[in-house]
């Protein structure tokens, strides 16, 4: 059983379009982020949710929405995509000090 | 604002031992993690200190030094696997996200 999963693992897309990318964790984690990492493999924190609800916005653009459903899930949508959009996104989730285990990551590419 | 340095490239032949150190400038801290991540992959999870000293795992060790805001992972009897970027990362507090280093890049050669 996969403990974080994300989809797609890769996404193609033009510019203008509004895209999702999914995440899902069955380890009953409380905490769940959202990382963005860069061509020079910076991983830089987007968003963080505890329990549902959000507890960080980083200076993210409001083009980017996370939703949270419900405690295992945090999805992030993307609207009117831009090049500087392309990067690899990480969903993890926070096994609070032992550690954050992370999704295998939505590769974005932008066109 | 926060700051992570770590070395940017590491080299180190295969059987030997390497260490990866990291220096942090944060506005607090609440412990050190390192995680590995192999081209392609995502990172794992590797170690976590939160007070002085070392911690071992199998091959790999952490240390920290709070006072010097400094630490370093050591990998021993490297193996052609270990070939992957590693990242420091500093708890701020226990309710924010981890801050990471830049990464550093470890090849090992035969």
């Known amino acids: 059983d996969t403990a974080v999963s994300q989809t797609p693992k890769y996404l193609v897309t033009q510019m203008g379009n509004d895209k999702s990318i999914k995440c899902e964790q069955n380890?009953?984690?409380?905490?769940m982020y959202w990382y963005k990492q860069d061509s020079k493999k910076f991983l830089k924190i987007m968003f963080s949710y505890n329990n549902k609800e959000l507890i960080i916005n980083e200076t993210v653009p409001n083009r980017f929405s996370p939703k949270s459903p419900d405690k295992a899930h945090l999805n992030l949508h993307i609207n009117s995509l831009e090049l500087g959009d392309s990067a690899v996104y990480f969903c993890?989730?926070?096994?609070?000090?032992?550690?954050?285990?992370f999704g295998s990551g939505t590769r974005l590419t932008v066109v | 604002g926060q700051s992570l340095e770590q070395p940017s490239e590491v080299t180190a032949v295969e059987g030997a031992i390497v260490q990866i150190n990291c220096t942090y400038q944060t506005s607090g801290f609440y412990g050190l993690s390192w995680y590995q991540q192999h081209d392609g992959g995502a990172p794992t999870f590797l170690s976590y200190n939160a007070l002085d000293g070392l911690e071992e795992t199998g091959r790999f060790s952490s240390f920290l030094s709070r006072s010097d805001s400094y630490g370093y992972l050591l990998l021993q009897e490297l193996q052609m696997k270990d070939s992957a970027s590693y990242f420091c990362?500093?708890?701020?507090?226990?309710?924010?996200?981890?801050?990471f280093g830049k990464g550093t890049r470890l090849s090992v050669i035969a």
């Open positions: 990362a500093v708890g701020i507090s226990g309710n924010t996200p981890l801050v």
């Open positions: 993890a989730s926070d096994r609070g000090g032992y550690g954050y285990t």
């Open positions: 380890l009953g984690h409380d905490t």
